[in-house]
C-alpha cells in the first residue's frame, strides 16, 4: 500500500511515521504497533484524499492533514485491549453485521427501563427476541429542558446524567458484548445545543469558536439563504436561522436548521472536523459499535441549494469512514439519512466505494411503501420502488424498519408514484388522512406533524399499533379488528424480517404499545407530537407476553417466531440478491431472495379478504420441488393451482 501512494501522501505518511513511532513502540507490542501502521497505510489515501478535496485550498492544508491523522494516532493509543480484540474478531468475520442472526432494538433508555442499569437489567428481555444489535436513543449528555428527544447535545463525552455515567457505559456495553449485541449510538454531528462549550465561547465572541458554527451579522445571507432552504421543523421552529441577541457584541445570526436551541456546525472549519473525529474515538473506545450519523445530509452548505445532500457531506463521510477504520475497524457507521434513493448513493458504499462510506442505511422507502401499502390495500407502489432502486443493494446493508422515534414523512418517490398512476401531492394527502383517521373508514389513529394548512402537507406520529388499527379496534371492541389490526402488525414485521439486512424492532411494538398522548400536559413537548409514539414501556402488559391467549402473547410470539424462522435459514444474509416479482394480484407483495444455497419467496397480502396468486410464481422466482412455508408450514393452493393467502397472509416460501 505505501508503494501505491502518490508521493505527497507517501511523504505525510513518513512524517506521521515519524513523530509516533516511538509513542506506539512504547504502549504496544511490537505486533499491535504493526497491526496499526498497516491498517493506516490500507486506509491512508483513502482518507486523505477527502481531507485535501476538503480542505486543500487553504494555506494550511498539509499541517491540516496531518493534524486529523495525529487525531487517528491518539484515538488508537487509547483503545482498550478488549475492543482491539474484537475488531480483530470482527475482521476476521467481515459479515458480522449482516447475517440472518442480526435482529435490531432502539429505544429510549429512559422510557424503556430507566437509567442504563436498569437497561442492562433488562437484557434478558432483549435476549428472548435474539436481540443481537441495539440502538440506545439519546446517550449523551443534552441541554437542560427541552432537547428534542436528546438530540442537543451540551457534552459529548458525558452520559445525560439521569442515564448514570461513564461507567455505566462501559459496564453496559461489556455485558452487551458478552451477549453478542452490537451497541449503536447517535452522533449528532451536523449540530450542538446552544449550551455547549463552544457554543458559549461562540456567543462569549471568541473568534476560535464563532468560526465553529455558522453566524452571521445581519440578515443579508441568511435571508439569500432561506430562498432556496426548506424547513424541517416549520411549526415550532420556523426559518433556519436564529438571533441570538447576546452573542458577541451586538447579537449575531446563527445557522439553525432544527430547533434555535441546535447550532449547526460549520464542517468548512477542519478544527470542527477535528473535534467530531476525537469525539468518534472517544465513542467507540467506550465501547460503541455502531455510530448512527444523525441528520448526516446537513453537514455542508451552499448558496442557492436546500443545503442538503452537497457533495461534500460524501467526502466528510469518506473523510471519516477511511479514518475510524484505522482506529476501530469492527466500527461501522449508519448513515441517518432520510433522502430520496439517488441521494442516498452519496452515503453508502455502492460498487467500487463499498468500504468507504457507510456501512448501514435506513431504508425508508421500503417503510412508507409499507405504510402506502396497508392504506391502499395494494403492493403496487412497494413492488415497483423495489425495481427501481437496485443500485442500492451493491455493498451497503439497509436497516429495514417498521417504525422509529421520527414521525413519518411520506418519502416515497415521486417518480414511482407517477410510474404507478398516483398523482404524489393527492397520495400524500390521502396517507396524511388516512393515518390520521380522518379518511372514512380508516383504521389508524395517528397525528398530524408539522402540519402546514396553506398546503395540507403534513408528516405523521403514531406507534405501530396504533396505526395499524390495534387502538381502534380496542376501543370499539370488536375481536375481529383486533384479529386485523395483529395480523397487520405481523404483517409488517413479517415484510421487514424477510429482507436482507437488519431489521430494527422499536420498542414496545412487539407487545402492541398504543398512542400515548399524555405528552400534551408536558409543556416541553406539547408542540412535538413525535412523543405519542415514545411510549413508556408497560411491563405489567410485557408481562403477559407468554400468554398466547393475550394480545401481547400474539404479537411478540408472532414476531419471534418470525425471527426464528429468519434466523435458522440463510436466505436473508445480506450476500444475496433481491429479486421483485409482480405477481398477477394487486394486493400481493412478491420478492425472492437468491442465493447460492437456495431461493426464498416472499409474499404478503395487503388486504383483509382472502387472496390468491398465480401458481408459477414460485418456479418464476427459481424455487424448485415441494413448496414449505418457514413460517406456518405447508402453503395451500386451490384447484387451479393458484396460491391462497389468508385476510393480510404473510408467507416465506422455499423449494427443496
Ligand atoms: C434526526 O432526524 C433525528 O432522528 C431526530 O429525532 C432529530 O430531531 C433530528 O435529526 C435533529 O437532530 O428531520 O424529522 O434526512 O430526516 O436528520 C426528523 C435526515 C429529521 C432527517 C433527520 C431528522
Redesign the pocket.
Known amino acids: 500500500n505505501l508503494l501505491r501512494m502518490s508521493p505527497e501522501s507517501r511523504a505525510a505518511f513518513v512524517r506521521l511515521r515519524g513523530r509516533h513511532a516511538e509513542k506506539l513502540a512504547d504502549r504496544f507490542e511490537p505486533r499491535d504497533a504493526d497491526m496499526f501502521w498497516l491498517r493506516i497505510e490500507r486506509w491512508f489515501e483513502d482518507a486523505r484524499r477527502p481531507i485535501l478535496a476538503l480542505y486543500g485550498d487553504r494555506d494550511d492544508a498539509v499541517a491540516q492533514a496531518d493534524a486529523i491523522f495525529d487525531c487517528v494516532v491518539d484515538g488508537y493509543l487509547a483503545r482498550p485491549e478488549s475492543l482491539r480484540l474484537l475488531d480483530l474478531e470482527r475482521q476476521l468475520t467481515p459479515d458480522w453485521f449482516e447475517r440472518p442472526d442480526m435482529i435490531g432494538y432502539v429505544l429510549y433508555p429512559q422510557r424503556f427501563a430507566g437509567a442504563l442499569r436498569d437497561v442492562q437489567d433488562r437484557l434478558d428481555y432483549l435476549q428472548e427476541l435474539h436481540i443481537s444489535y441495539l440502538h440506545i436513543m439519546s446517550l449523551l449528555k443534552p441541554r437542560p429542558g427541552e432537547n ?2 436528546g ?1 442537543a447535545i451540551m457534552d459529548y463525552r458525558s452520559i445525560a446524567p439521569e442515564l448514570g455515567t461513564l461507567e455505566d457505559l462501559r459496564a453496559l456495553t461489556s455485558a452487551l458484548h458478552g451477549r453478542g449485541i452490537a451497541l449503536c449510538a447517535d452522533l ?1 454531528l ?2 450542538t445545543a446552544a449550551e455547549h462549550d463552544w457554543a458559549e465561547r461562540a456567543r462569549s465572541g471568541d473568534p476560535k469558536y464563532l468560526a465553529y458554527y455558522h453566524t452571521f451579522s445581519d440578515r443579508e445571507l441568511p435571508d439569500a439563504f432561506e430562498r432556496s432552504l426548506p424547513e ?1 421543523f416549520p411549526d415550532e421552529a420556523p426559518g433556519n436561522f436564529t438571533f441570538v441577541p447576546d452573542m458577541a457584541d451586538h447579537g449575531r445570526w446563527v445557522w439553525t436548521t ?1 430547533n434555535r436551541f ?1 447550532w449547526d456546525l460549520n464542517y468548512s472549519n477542519p478544527a470542527v472536523f477535528r473535534e467530531m473525529l476525537a469525539i468518534m474515538c472517544f465513542l467507540v473506545n467506550q465501547g460503541v459499535d455502531v455510530l448512527r450519523l ?5 453537514l455542508w452548505k451552499r448558496m442557492g441549494t436546500d443545503c442538503q445532500n452537497q457533495p461534500e457531506v460524501q467526502l466528510l463521510i469518506e473523510a471519516y469512514r477511511a479514518l475510524m477504520r484505522v482506529v476501530a475497524p469492527g466500527v461501522i457507521f449508519k448513515a ?4 430520496p434513493p439517488d441521494d442516498l448513493l452519496r452515503y453508502i458504499g455502492v460498487d467500487a466505494n463499498a468500504g468507504k462510506r457507510c456501512e448501514l442505511a435506513y431504508n425508508n422507502q421500503f417503510m412508507v411503501n409499507l405504510w402506502s401499502g396497508l392504506a391502499t390495500r395494494k403492493a403496487t407502489l412497494a413492488t415497483a420502488a423495489m425495481h427501481m432502486a437496485p443500485r442500492l443493494l451493491l455493498g451497503a446493508t439497509a436497516i429495514h424498519y417498521v417504525r422509529c ?3 413519518i ?1 411520506w418519502g416515497m418517490s415521486d417518480e414511482t408514484l407517477r410510474e404507478i398512476g398516483e398523482d404524489p401531492t393527492a397520495h400524500r394527502h390521502f396517507l396524511n388522512d388516512f393515518y390520521t383517521g380522518r379518511f372514512p373508514g380508516s383504521f389508524a389513529r395517528g397525528a398530524y406533524f408539522q402540519f402546514d394548512p396553506a398546503s395540507g402537507d403534513a408528516r405523521i406520529s403514531g406507534t405501530t399499533a396504533s396505526l395499524a388499527g390495534l387502538e381502534r379496534a380496542i376501543e370499539i371492541g370488536d375481536p375481529a379488528e383486533i384479529d386485523l389490526a395483529v395480523s397487520r402488525i405481523l404483517l409488517l414485521y413479517g415484510l421487514i424480517l424477510g429482507r436482507a439486512g437488519i431489521p430494527l424492532i422499536y420498542m414496545g411494538d412487539e407487545i402492541g404499545m398504543l398512542n400515548d398522548p399524555s405528552y400534551r400536559d408536558d409543556p416541553e413537548q406539547a408542540h412535538d407530537s413525535r412523543w405519542l409514539h415514545r411510549p413508556r414501556m408497560d411491563w405489567t402488559k410485557a408481562e403477559r407476553r407468554h400468554d398466547p391467549r393475550s394480545l401481547e402473547g400474539r404479537l411478540f410470539e408472532g414476531i419471534k417466531r418470525l425471527i426464528e424462522a429468519r434466523r435458522s435459514h440463510p436466505h436473508t444474509h445480506n450476500f444475496g440478491l433481491l429479486h421483485p416479482l409482480w405477481s398477477d394480484n394487486v394486493h400481493v407483495l412478491a420478492f425472492a431472495r437468491h442465493r447460492n444455497d437456495g431461493h426464498l419467496l416472499v409474499l404478503a397480502n395487503f388486504s383483509e379478504d382472502p387472496q390468491s396468486v398465480q401458481g408459477d410464481l414460485p418456479r418464476h422466482a427459481g424455487l424448485t420441488g415441494e413448496l414449505t412455508d418457514l413460517i406456518d408450514g405447508n402453503p395451500s393452493t386451490d384447484a387451479s393451482g393458484r396460491i391462497q393467502l389468508p385476510p393480510y397472509g404473510l408467507q416465506w416460501l422455499v423449494g427443496n
Open positions: 428534542d428527544g438530540y449528532v451536523n449540530h424541517v432544527f441546535q444523525d441528520a448526516a445530509p446537513f441517518e439519512a432520510i433522502v422515534h421520527d414521525d414523512g
